[in-house]
């Protein structure tokens, strides 16, 4: 008899997480390896090696034994049997930032991706920081082509296929705070009410589980828009009847009924979280 797939855990970051032995969201993530082996994933990066002399120090600081990295240049590196092989025994992987189109065109529709997927569909750990938190959603927020090289609305944007490996209902927006992304993912969403939307600030994570409901992690806050009951809009700037949550460190949210969970003891805020 085949034995049951079990889905693992998603942590999805939103950028500049602590990376000393303090780090609340990196430690959570050695913890849920443990013993196993954790494949730190650079090549959404322009400087891949950098990412992997920051994370090795990172994760060894937070107790990760077991640590690989793999780095892609184009799509026929994800085809590579000597690439894949480095994921067939790993209890997760992690995706630094970067950009989250690089991240999409290097690996979607591989066979490295598929193995990635496997990970997770069979217990393992996926976790993403900043453009490696973005493209695990299925639909991603991107910068337009025409603003990258030029100065950008904080409103502008875009949206393009990710790897799907979240529950499709969830879009992403990261540094949230710290770069003014309200308004933009006010706008994807009231564009889009199918769609929760989720802001997350620096130093901060949903950790999503089985699925079907996640946890915050970290000293900031995260954003959740829903749109499901939108009265009206101009697909500008205007939305009536938006539903927000704002959540703080330890809370809860069932993705199934898209509405918070209540706690039934208060929870013990950190003394020293910051509110951005």
């Known amino acids: 008899m085949n034995k049951r797939k079990k889905k693992g855990i ?4 939103g950028g500049h997480e602590d990376k000393t032995n303090h780090g609340e969201i990196l430690n959570t993530i050695a913890q849920k390896i443990g013993t196993g082996i954790l494949v730190v994933l650079p090549f959404g990066s322009g400087e891949p090696e950098e990412m992997i002399k920051i994370y090795k120090a990172a994760f060894r600081t937070a107790g990760v034994k077991h640590l690989y990295f793999i780095n892609l240049e184009n799509r026929e590196d994800a085809k590579k049997p000597e690439k894949l092989k480095l994921l067939e025994k790993a209890s997760g992987v992690f995706f630094t930032g970067g950009d ?6 290097l690996i979607a529709y591989t066979p490295f991706c598929d193995r990635i997927r ?12 900043s453009a490696g938190a973005s493209v695990l959603s299925q639909t991603m927020l991107v910068y337009p082509n025409h603003r990258i090289n030029q100065d950008y609305d904080h409103n502008e ?19 949230f705070s710290q770069r003014s992304r309200f308004g933009r993912l006010l706008s994807a969403v009231a564009k889009n009410p199918s769609l929760l939307g989720v802001g997350l600030d620096e130093n901060t994570a949903i950790m999503v589980e089985g699925g079907n409901r996640f946890r915050t992690l970290g000293k900031g806050l995260v954003y959740i828009f829903d749109g499901a009951n939108i009265s009206f809009m101009d697909l500008r700037e205007t939305a009536y009847n938006m539903c927000v949550h704002i959540m703080a460190h330890g809370y809860e949210f069932d993705l199934t009924t898209r509405r918070p969970i209540i706690p039934k003891v208060k929870l013990k805020i950190p003394m020293d979280s910051e509110v951005y």
């Open 10 to 13: 998603i942590i999805v970051i």
């Open 100 to 105: 989250q189109n690089k991240i999409n065109s």
């Open 157 to 175: 944007f875009d949206m393009a296929p990710g790897l799907a490996l979240l529950p499709s209902s969830i879009i992403i927006d990261q540094h």
């Open 118 to 129: 496997n990970i997770y569909e069979h217990g393992g750990i996926i976790a993403g920081t």
